[in-house]
């Protein structure tokens, strides 16, 4: 079992940054791979960003491209997520989610593990 724990969502101004962390225990090992999926209310989950947990490679979603930077520390097992530029439309519950095979994949369906969320609201 992986735990994931995130924090640092809050209350922001359209134009500000925010950083969001994710703190993983329990069975991490090298191939996970470690993403942030998003919801806003009524809508679907959908994906923002993936790192793998031993290559460094990363992508994003097109909304998000440019202005979010997805890192992590693996000597703290950490996964951080840097967002520039934050609008309104980024409102949302943000979620760390870890698959068990390091696909990297862009579908929710691919992760095993779920935080439980922090929520990001963006005034304008």
């Known amino acids: 079992q992986v735990q994931l724990v995130e924090s640092g969502g809050e209350l922001v101004q359209a134009g500000d940054s925010l950083r969001l962390s994710c703190a993983a225990s329990?069975?991490?090992?090298?191939?996970?791979?470690m993403a942030w999926f998003r919801q806003a209310p009524g809508k679907e989950r959908e994906f923002v960003a993936v790192?793998?947990?031993?290559?460094?490679?990363?992508y994003y979603a097109d909304s998000v491209k440019g202005r979010f930077t997805i890192s992590k520390d693996n000597a703290k097992n950490m996964v951080y997520l840097q967002m520039n530029s934050l609008q309104p439309e980024d409102t949302a519950i943000y979620y760390c989610?870890?698959?068990?095979?390091?696909?990297?994949?862009?579908?929710?369906?691919?992760?095993?593990?779920w935080g439980q969320g922090t929520q990001v609201t963006v005034s304008s």
């Open positions: 989610a870890a698959d068990r095979f390091g696909l990297a994949a862009t579908n929710k369906n691919a992760y095993t593990y």
């Open positions: 790192i793998t947990w031993s290559a460094d490679s990363t």
């Open positions: 329990g069975r991490t090992y090298s191939g996970n791979s």
